[in-house]
């Protein structure tokens, strides 16, 4: 049985992309063994790898309004504290255990202490999920054994290399294509593509390894908080993942 697995890039809000991409594959009859993901990547695989259908998903996040879990943060370290999203993960994964899950997880955080990446793939699934989304400057680190941790995608947004040993077959998932554009007016807006463009760089080459590539188009120019587009961004995902499926015959194949 061929071992199919995904890995799922970070990008805020735009992250539910992936659940878009999840649910079309899961309509065709793919299943996937691995799951690797970064930032919203780690909370959508860990949905997934929890056996919890990724319209469900939707759902959830829509439902709950994430955001409205996350408090000020006391001191200089952040605006706002991710911490309280506990409250409401520990709902959906009451084990709070990685290797307890369905399908193996694997999440990729910054240790922020020893400036290194770190791949988590035992252990407290949703301390592992807080440390991949805590967005440096916007979020308290997460601290875990002593140690502080930021945003996986500070090192890695699209980290696939967790996939390359186990995995037969691997499946990319981005959601930060960016069109071309003439005229930026905002500062805001400049030093944002600056960092998409920064990010996607480094998932290009690390897209080599990926034998099929799923990436919406256009999709980051999304705010990543703008929660209002969240049911926009999963069918476009969806529709974009069903034309993939389409126009690749070994994942015509493997969907029979």
């Not at 400057?137 to 995608?153: A, L, T, W």
């Not at 390894?209 to 990436?215: G, L, T």
Request: glycine share 8%; hydrophobic share 45%; proline share 5%.
């Amino acid at each position: 049985m061929t071992k199919i697995g995904i890995v799922l890039s970070g990008g805020g809000i735009r992250g539910i992309a992936h659940l878009g991409v999840l649910k079309a594959f899961i309509n065709a009859g793919i299943q996937f063994s691995h799951v690797s993901g970064t930032s919203a990547g780690s909370i959508v695989g860990a949905f997934y790898a929890a056996g919890i259908d990724p319209e469900e998903a939707l759902h959830i996040f829509i439902k709950t309004k994430l955001l409205r879990f996350v408090r000020p943060a006391l001191g200089n370290l952040g605006l706002m504290n991710i911490e309280h999203t506990a409250d409401l993960l520990k709902s959906y994964f009451p084990h709070d255990k990685i290797e307890d899950l369905k399908i193996p997880l694997t999440i990729a955080a910054t240790n922020f202490s020893e400036g290194s990446l770190e791949y988590f793939d035992r252990g407290p699934l949703i301390r592992a999920i807080q440390a991949s989304c805590c967005i440096p400057g916007i979020f308290k680190p997460i601290m875990i054994n002593d140690q502080m941790y930021v945003d996986g995608g500070v090192l890695n947004n699209f980290p696939v290399e967790p996939l390359l040993k186990d995995c037969d077959f691997i499946i990319g998932s981005s959601c930060n294509h960016l069109n071309p554009v003439k005229k930026i007016t905002k500062i805001t807006s400049l030093v944002t593509r600056a960092a998409i463009m920064s990010i996607n760089k480094d998932m290009e080459e690390k897209a080599k390894f990926c034998n099929v590539m799923v990436e919406p188009k256009d999709m980051g120019s999304i705010n990543i908080f703008d929660m209002a587009k969240a049911e926009t961004i999963y069918w476009l995902a969806y529709e974009e993942t069903l034309k993939t499926i389409k126009n690749n015959p070994v994942l015509r194949e493997l969907s029979l």
